[in-house]
């Protein structure tokens, strides 16, 4: 097939593309950054670049690459890990990658439209962020959170609108939980060492993880077989900070994290850390194991994250 991955050089991306060349696909990987069309190619794709909040920049990329299938992969997460992750008002440190979630998705199905391009498959998110009610573990049945009134609710409404008009659409969206693998978490690892990334309370709260190689195995399937609907794209082993982050320290070579209570986290942190440490829910990937076929290669940030920091 030909596909048309936006965001093809990202952290995702650069994972992705290979796993769908290497499956005999012809990529073509868009970049905002002329800089970055060598690493396409090096990658197997051909590049293009793209803006994807440009309605004619991206109409103009994809009518010239006449794809099969579309993948949306736009974040503008590592651009905003130039500086120090801003946790405590995720408003402002996503908002690039919430008008990509929310422009950019409409952008894409425009173009998609126009051309002709019947499936499309797009990034969600799943790690912690299940609906804070009932057990600790959601299915793609369960609603996510908003975090209504938390500087974080605008983010959660980017995602949301995303999942809503790819499935509109007809396409598939894979809420991957938190990434792990290379350069996906340098940023955290960085904070553990330095002892600033602490735990919150008792640190009851579930996050779902993924190695960015096996989110990216996921998306193959999805393209592959043109899948529609929603499916979590996690490991299999949802687990509370209390034990991912120690976890952490020690494949890092780092000291325990230490312990502040919630209301000092609230203070320094927003609201949206101590949610995700003290109540966040986790994710199954049941229903991708079932209709995808799917099998991580890393089923648990156990192992994965030792191997990962080894």
């Known amino acids: 097939m030909r596909v048309f991955v936006a965001g093809g050089t990202g952290v995702l991306g650069q994972r ?42 991206v109409a103009a990329a994809v009518a010239g690459a006449r794809p099969d299938a579309i993948v949306h992969q736009m974040t503008a997460i590592s651009m905003a890990h130039a500086g120090k992750p801003d946790i405590k008002h995720p408003d402002r440190w996503f908002a690039l990658t919430n008008r990509l979630r929310t422009e950019g998705t409409d952008n894409l199905l425009a173009a998609a439209a126009d051309a002709g391009v019947s499936h499309v498959v797009a990034q969600g998110y799943a790690s912690w962020n299940g609906i804070r009610e009932g057990g600790w573990v959601k ?73 960015l190689d096996d989110a990216a195995s996921a998306t193959v399937l999805a393209v592959e077989q043109k899948a529609t609907g929603v499916f979590n794209i996690v490991d299999d082993e949802p687990a509370p900070a209390a034990e991912w982050l120690p976890h952490l320290a020690r494949c890092a070579g780092a000291k325990p994290p230490m312990r502040v209570p919630v209301w000092l986290a609230r203070l320094l942190a927003g609201e949206q ?36 920091l080894a």
């Open 139 to 211: 299915t793609e049945q369960d609603p996510l959170d908003l975090l209504p009134g938390t500087a974080a609710q605008a983010g959660m409404e980017a995602i949301r609108h995303s999942e809503d008009v790819v499935l509109a659409a007809g396409g598939a969206v894979l809420r991957y939980g938190a990434f792990y693998g290379p350069g996906a978490i340098d940023d955290q690892v960085t904070l553990v060492r330095k002892r600033q990334y602490p735990l919150v309370g008792r640190g009851g709260g579930y996050s779902s993880w993924v190695h």
């Open 16 to 57: 992705l593309v290979p796993q769908l060349v290497a499956r005999g696909h012809q990529v073509t990987a868009t970049t905002t950054s002329a800089a970055k069309l060598d690493l396409a190619r090096r990658l197997g794709a051909e590049g293009v670049v793209m803006d994807g909040l440009d309605a004619a920049s």
């Open 273 to 308: 850390a101590v949610v995700m440490m003290t109540q966040g829910r986790g994710f199954s990937n049941a229903k991708a194991k079932q209709v995808l076929g799917w099998e991580p290669r890393h089923p648990s940030w156990r192992q994965g994250f030792a191997e990962e």
